[in-house]
């Protein structure tokens, strides 16, 4: 009997985000009686009063997997188990597209969204991880990190050679929400002299004595903050709350908090560039494009062989499978005494302890 698997994004775009809707849709499509419907613009597609749908056939999923973002559009505000009457309108879109499964592409947002839509009106969920911030749990790495941290690179080291030209602070604020696994790897990646990570509260003395040191030495110092850190004591810095969100809380800006506690007492010209959204568009790298066909295509078979629940997961270089409930609303943290932050202090990196 022929399955009709919808196929969402959900929560933040993220580069690899088409090749996993790529390796899903070719991957059922080859495998025979199966049709595959494209749902748009995440859980939204589902909350209106008729669904909103891309049927996709082989040639609408044909020469996307190295493209940036995602043909289906996605929302990071959709929140289908809102209330009652949101919740019988996506069970009856649900029952009109005959739907026998969704595969849902997104973070630990969209994991516990899919997990409690099972839950309330028995749609059948196969979860695929995706995000920019790598902190998905039980999954060592989601695709559009290594895409993230290699633009944040690039722009670190571009500040670096302005930075020493006018010898000066500079500070390069990147995503990750409250997990610091980009701010930790691109810090690395560019040579940063200061990596500041939301699970190391900072001391803004610590961080001054360091940039105070160089600017006799080498006379200019990059710093690297994740958006979640924050001074000991202190708070982490929002930059706007987003009515009815799963998630309704947006980071941003403690790159100029920072300046503000190192300014003043700093000779150097304290400067503050915030990565923003530039971390998540673009064409995602070829490690990025096989890492989501693989797990694109390992979703399509947990669909056939009905194996719901499960969201694809990496572990040890390994693709398999966990169960969505370990995954929603969880998040991957870098724990302070990993192998990454121990080195980096190690050849002399400033954490800001
Ligand atoms: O989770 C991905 C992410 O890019 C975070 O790193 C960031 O805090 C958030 O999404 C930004 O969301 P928005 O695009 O809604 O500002």
């Given at each position: 009997?022929?399955?009709?698997?919808?196929?969402?994004?959900?929560g933040?775009?993220?580069?690899?985000l088409?090749?996993?809707?790529?390796?899903?849709?070719?991957?059922?499509?080859?495998?025979?009686?199966?049709?595959?419907?494209?749902?748009?613009?995440?859980?939204?597609?589902?909350?209106?009063?008729?669904?909103?749908?891309?049927?996709?056939?082989?040639?609408?999923?044909?020469?996307?997997?190295?493209?940036?973002?995602?043909?289906?559009?996605?929302?990071?505000?959709?929140?289908?188990?809102?209330?009652?009457?949101?919740?019988?309108?996506?069970?009856?879109?649900?029952?009109?597209?005959?739907?026998?499964?969704?595969?849902?592409?997104?973070g630990d947002?969209?994991m516990?969204?899919a997990?409690?839509?099972?839950?309330?009106?028995?749609?059948?969920?196969?979860?695929?991880?995706?995000?920019?911030?790598?902190d998905?749990a039980h999954?060592?790495?989601?695709?559009g990190?290594?895409?993230?941290v290699?633009?944040?690179?690039?722009?670190l080291?571009?500040?670096?050679?302005?930075?020493?030209?006018h010898?000066r602070?500079?500070?390069?604020?990147?995503?990750g929400?409250?997990?610091?696994?980009?701010?930790l790897?691109?810090?690395?990646?560019?040579?940063?002299?200061?990596?500041?990570?939301?699970?190391?509260?900072?001391?803004v003395?610590?961080?001054?004595?360091?940039c105070?040191?160089?600017?006799q030495r080498?006379?200019?110092?990059?710093?690297?903050?994740?958006?979640?850190?924050?001074?000991?004591?202190?708070?982490?810095t929002e930059?706007?709350?987003?009515?009815h969100?799963?998630?309704?809380?947006?980071l941003?800006?403690?790159?100029?908090?920072?300046?503000a506690q190192l300014?003043?007492?700093?000779?150097?010209?304290?400067?503050?560039t915030?990565?923003?959204h530039?971390?998540?568009?673009?064409?995602?790298?070829?490690?990025?494009?096989?890492?989501?066909?693989?797990?694109?295509h390992?979703?399509?078979?947990?669909v056939?062989?009905?194996?719901?629940?499960?969201?694809?997961?990496?572990?040890?270089?390994?693709?398999?499978s966990?169960?969505?409930s370990?995954?929603?609303?969880?998040?991957?943290?870098v724990p302070?005494?990993h192998e990454?932050?121990?080195?980096a202090?190690?050849?002399?990196?400033?954490?800001g302890?």
């Amino acid at each position: 009997m022929t399955q009709r698997v919808g196929v969402l994004t959900g929560g933040g775009d993220c580069p690899g985000l088409n090749a996993v809707i790529r390796a899903v849709a070719k991957s059922l499509i080859r495998h025979g009686q199966c049709e595959v419907i494209g749902i748009l613009d995440g859980f939204e597609g589902l909350m209106g009063e008729a669904p909103r749908v891309l049927p996709l056939d082989w040639l609408r999923v044909s020469g996307i997997a190295h493209v940036g973002g995602t043909i289906l559009g996605t929302s990071n505000s959709a929140n289908p188990l809102r209330d009652a009457q949101t919740l019988a309108r996506v069970a009856r879109n649900v029952r009109a597209l005959a739907l026998d499964a969704v595969v849902a592409i997104g973070g630990d947002g969209t994991m516990s969204l899919a997990h409690g839509l099972a839950g309330a009106i028995g749609l059948p969920c196969v979860g695929v991880p995706k995000t920019i911030d790598n902190d998905i749990a039980h999954c060592e790495r989601s695709f559009g990190f290594d895409t993230a941290v290699a633009t944040a690179t690039e722009a670190l080291r571009r500040i670096e050679s302005t930075a020493s030209s006018h010898h000066r602070v500079m500070i390069v604020e990147t995503m990750g929400r409250h997990a610091g696994w980009l701010a930790l790897e691109s810090g690395i990646a560019a040579a940063a002299d200061v990596i500041l990570l939301p699970e190391i509260d900072y001391d803004v003395d610590a961080v001054l004595a360091h940039c105070q040191a160089r600017e006799q030495r080498q006379r200019y110092t990059v710093i690297c903050i994740g958006e979640g850190a924050k001074a000991r004591g202190g708070q982490m810095t929002e930059r706007e709350r987003v009515a009815h969100s799963p998630d309704p809380v947006r980071l941003g800006g403690v790159g100029h908090v920072l300046r503000a506690q190192l300014q003043p007492r700093l000779q150097s010209e304290v400067r503050t560039t915030v990565l923003g959204h530039v971390q998540r568009g673009g064409d995602p790298t070829p490690f990025d494009r096989v890492l989501a066909t693989r797990f694109g295509h390992y979703a399509a078979k947990l669909v056939i062989q009905r194996r719901h629940g499960r969201m694809v997961t990496l572990q040890r270089g390994r693709i398999h499978s966990v169960a969505m409930s370990d995954v929603a609303n969880v998040q991957r943290t870098v724990p302070p005494r990993h192998e990454l932050v121990v080195m980096a202090r190690d050849i002399g990196v400033c954490l800001g302890e």
